[in-house]
Structure formats: C-alpha cells, structure tokens
C-alpha cells in the first residue's frame, strides 16, 4: 500500500506561482509511475501531468504544457508539480497518484490517489 498526501495548494491570482508536493509513505515510489489530476466543482477528474518511474519520461495535458513542470525526487519519496503563470480555469482539486505498473494519462489506471489539495486563482 502507497499512502500520498498532498500539501502547497492556496490561492493565487491569475499569473502566479504555486508548487504542489506529494509526500508517499508505505512503499518507495520509486516503483511507481507517478501522476497530477485534479477536478473543478462539476466537472469530472481530468488529467494534469505524469512522470515514469525513474523520471526520464514526463507527459503533459495540453492545457498546461509550458506552464506546469512534474518532477520526482525517489530518494525523499515525493512527487512536484510546479505550476506557473496560473490561471482562473487552473483552479481545482489537485491530486497526486500512484500506479504500480508503466505511466501515463488514463484515470483509471492508478491504483493510489491522495486526499486532494485545493487550488484557486483569482482573476
């Protein structure tokens, strides 16, 4: 089992900065393909970004390719996600999760998700 906990979500106004973190505990992730999802209020969960187990391969939603940045650090266990130039349709639950075999876009294909972190900009 892989416990993820997500922190550094807040408000910001449109063009801002925020890093989100991903503490794993349980396994090392370093097993893990990695992944950033988040859901507005009535909408369905759609995907951010992801990142291969040794961090070589990163894949982004056009939406914020060249804006936001994944990242993994295996040896503290963490997973990133910088986000920059933020916008009002940015806002929305981010989550990080954990999928025990390859990478990459789809939803169902992780099999651990955290709590969520809220992130909300301001136009």
């Known amino acids: 089992q892989v416990q993820l906990v997500e922190s550094g979500g807040g408000s910001v106004q449109a063009g801002g900065s925020l890093r989100l973190s991903c503490a794993a505990s349980?396994?090392?992730?370093?097993?893990?393909?990695m992944g950033w999802f988040r859901q507005a209020p009535g909408k369905e969960r759609e995907f951010v970004a992801t990142?291969?187990?040794?961090?070589?391969?990163?894949q982004y939603a056009d939406s914020v390719k060249g804006r936001f940045t994944i990242s993994r650090d295996n040896g503290k266990n963490t997973l990133y996600l910088q986000m920059n130039s933020l916008k009002p349709e940015d806002t929305a639950v981010y989550y990080c999760?954990?999928?025990?075999?390859?990478?990459?876009?789809?939803?169902?294909?992780?099999?651990?998700w955290g709590q969520g972190t809220q992130v909300t900009v301001s136009s």
């Open positions: 999760a954990a999928r025990s075999t390859g990478w990459g876009s789809l939803v169902v294909a992780y099999n651990y």
């Open positions: 349980g396994r090392t992730i370093s097993n893990y393909g």
């Open positions: 990142i291969s187990q040794s961090g070589a391969n990163t």
